[in-house]
Structures are given as C-alpha cells and as structure tokens.
Antibody, heavy 120, light 108 residues
Framework: QVRLVESGGGVVQPGGSLRISCAAS????????MHWLRQAPGKGPEWLAL????????YYADSVKGRFTVSRDNSKNTLYLQMNSLKIDDTAVYYC?????????????WGQGTQVTVSS | EIVLTQSPATLSLSPGERATLSCRAS??????LAWYQQRPGQAPRLLIY???NRATGIPARFSGSGSGTDFTLTISSLEPEDFAVYYC??????????FGGGTRVEIK
C-alpha cells in the first residue's frame, strides 16, 4: 500500500527558507517519478515540480523556478523540496505525489500534506 | 500555459441523480486529461486519467469522456460520499501541469 508522509512545514518569515520532506513506503521509490503540488486556502491544486525516478531530470512551474529545488534520496526513499525566498503567496498545504506508472507522469497517489505559512 | 475552465462552478443534486461535469481546455490536450475528487480536509484522489481510464479502485459509476478541448466527467448515480469538489488536470502540454478551478457537487 502506497504511503506518502510529508513533514517539515511550519511558519516562516517572508524571504526565509524551508525544506520539506516526503517519506515514501509501500512501493519501489526509485522506479517512480515524484511530484510536488500545493493548495492555497479555498483554491484548486497547483503543480510545482516533477523529478524523474533517477533524479536526473527536473521540471518546475514558473511560479517557483529559481526559488524552489526538488531533490530525492533513493537510498532513503525520501523526496525533498527546498524553498528559498519565500513569499506570502507561497502559503499553502504542500503535497507530494507519486506518478501513476514508470514513464507515465499522471499525478496518482497523494500524501496528506504539510502546511507552510509565510507570515511576518 | 493551458487554461482549464470547469463548469458549472456548483452542481446541486440529490443522491441517486446523474452528475455531468465539464472541463474545457484553452487548446488541445489530446486525451491527456485527468479528474480528481477532493473531500473536505483530504488530499485530492485520482479518479480518471487519459480522459477515460478509471484509476485503481474507482467505482464504475464514475466515467470520463472527451478529447481535444472538451471533456466530461459523469457520475451515473450519486452516492452520499460523492458530494465533493472535482478538478480536471491536463498533461497534454507541459510543463506546467495545470488544473481547472473545480466543480463543487453539493446536496440539493
């Protein structure tokens, strides 16, 4: 059974940094691409980034390109999102998600999310 | 960036009724469209991918159709647990993957 558990969220000041993590279990982590998405209060989901199974290819939304970095440690079955230069508008619940199949980037299984609040 | 427009914003129906949700793309996404269900306080759940393929464990009352720019999610007979918000999402032209604004299915 796929399990994704995000952690590391919290309150940070504008301009600050935060790294959130996603611990994966129940599947062969190194075989699947992984997504980060977020959802602001009362809004729909927003896709942020995809990292391929081997970490060699990464893709970002324009809204976070140059500020956020996705990475993974396949030996630890863990996905990361390093967030720098945080803005008020980055306040949201952040989700990690597994792709549906190898080489199929459909956003399939989601974690329960971690809250990130950017506030002075 | 492809914009997805969902209609209606809210659908008021009774249990047992048929729900028809629409998603229109600003340009063709082929068949690369997915539908998600989100209940209050929960993460979205994949229902349909590539326009018409049900995800594992999704009941047969959920079906998807369409291609190009016009897509439909149909719930043949609403169960109490189906009252939720539904989002469409495209991967036909990415990055970025984009989502629609959502349709809320509420109890009439």
């Amino acid at each position: 059974q796929v399990r994704l558990v995000e952690s590391g969220g919290g309150v940070v000041q504008p301009g600050g940094s935060l790294r959130i993590s996603c611990a994966a279990s129940g599947f062969t982590f190194s075989d699947y691409g992984m997504h980060w998405l977020r959802q602001a209060p009362g809004k729909g989901p927003e896709w942020l980034a995809l990292i391929r199974h081997d970490g060699d290819d990464k893709y970002y939304a324009d809204s976070v390109k140059g500020r956020f970095t996705v990475s993974r440690d396949n030996s630890k079955n863990t996905l990361y999102l390093q967030m720098n230069s945080l803005k008020i508008d980055d306040t949201a619940v952040y989700y990690c998600a597994k792709t549906l199949r190898i080489a199929l980037i459909v956003v399939a299984d989601w974690g329960q999310g971690t809250q990130v609040t950017v506030s002075s | 960036e492809i914009v997805l427009t969902q209609s209606p914003a809210t659908l008021s129906l009774s249990p047992g009724e048929r729900a028809t949700l629409s998603c229109r793309a600003s340009q063709s996404v082929g068949s690369y469209l997915a539908w998600y269900q989100q209940r209050p306080g929960q993460a979205p759940r994949l229902l349909i991918y590539d326009a018409s393929n049900r995800a594992t464990g999704i009941p047969a009352r959920f079906s998807g159709s369409g291609s190009g720019t016009d897509f439909t999610l149909t719930i043949s007979s609403l169960e109490p647990e189906d009252f939720a918000v539904y989002y469409c999402q495209q991967r036909g032209n990415w990055p970025p993957l984009t989502f629609g604004g959502g349709t809320r299915v509420e109890i009439k």
